[in-house]
């Protein structure tokens, strides 16, 4: 196997030019979205104005335009959060509504969207996605940089979760966390080949994440083709050892985990390391 481009963007807040750091970040990862149907999927689980809980409404604008920018035939935005919540309205809450033009005209509840049954996932016999992700030629996620309480880390991959509808598997995605959510994390980003990384750590999340934790301001921006790549490298970033996290060991075969795999571009891991606060039993996964 060859390696897998990764870029590292400098941002130091959301009012920096983020459209053009962007277009930086897909240029040096040779993304072509030229008439593809893209759906963008965000963070968006709970709203509390003093936690860093979800993807930043600025991120989420300057993707919309990045994409359309790059000749996208269609460009979605879709969730299915995790909690049992009024969508639109922690969509209200977090100003996408209005920090994102014609948002209501391109948001899809995914909790809620028609779905299609695909076979084969983890040891069920099939697994109902929504219509909207299947019919996508490419899904971004849009995610934000956090500790897991759970998964050690929720980065792009764990970000995926919201693709499965809330609607059939329950709340906070029931099913999934019955497999087991190492392995639906894996198989998650196995049924979803055609993905792009964007993950917002200009503000992440330590300590007690994904809700609970406290802001931690890290003034990047990761992006890339290969998820287990991005994931891997977000966690370098954040001081965890990503050949610890059991669902990037699960997913390795089908991306690059180890250092000498990824091809850093843009800014170095140690230019931007900036380790995050880690609960007790997490602590065995610090990267030295």
């Known amino acids: 196997m060859g390696q897998s481009a990764v870029a590292i963007l400098k941002a130091a807040s959301y009012s920096a030019a983020l459209l053009n750091l962007l277009r930086r970040g ?161 198989e998650l980003h196995r049924v979803f080949p055609r993905s792009f990384a964007i993950v917002d750590g200009i503000v992440g999340m330590e300590g007690n994440g994904p809700i609970q934790g406290s802001p931690k301001p890290s003034g990047v921006l990761v992006m890339g083709s290969d998820l287990v790549a991005v994931d891997a490298t977000c966690c370098r970033i954040m001081g965890i050892d990503p050949e610890r996290l059991p669902y990037l060991r699960l997913a390795a075969e089908r991306g690059h985990v180890l250092e000498g795999r990824i091809e850093q571009r843009a800014e170095s891991i140690v230019s931007v390391r900036s380790d995050f606060k880690l609960i007790p039993h997490l602590s065995t996964l610090r990267l030295s």
């Open 26 to 186: 897909a240029q040096l990862c040779g993304l072509d979205v030229k008439e593809k149907r893209v759906l963008l999927k965000p963070n968006l689980v709970e709203f509390a104005s003093t936690a860093a809980i979800n993807t930043h409404v600025a991120v989420i604008a300057a993707a919309v335009e990045l994409f359309r920018g790059l000749g996208a035939a269609e460009v979605l935005i879709g969730e299915g959060p995790g909690h049992r919540r009024d969508t639109i309205g922690l969509a209200e809450e977090a100003e996408y509504r209005h920090g994102i033009a014609r948002f209501d005209a391109l948001f899809v509840d995914l909790n809620r969207d028609d779905v299609s049954g695909l076979r084969g996932f983890a040891d069920q016999p099939e697994i109902y996605l929504p219509k909207t992700a299947l019919r996508a030629d490419l899904i971004v996620s849009l995610a934000k940089m956090k500790t897991h309480h759970w998964a050690g880390a929720t980065l792009s991959m764990k970000n995926l979760f919201g693709m499965v509808p809330g609607s059939i598997y329950g709340w906070p995605k029931n099913q999934l966390h019955q497999i087991g959510i190492d392995r639906s994390i894996a």
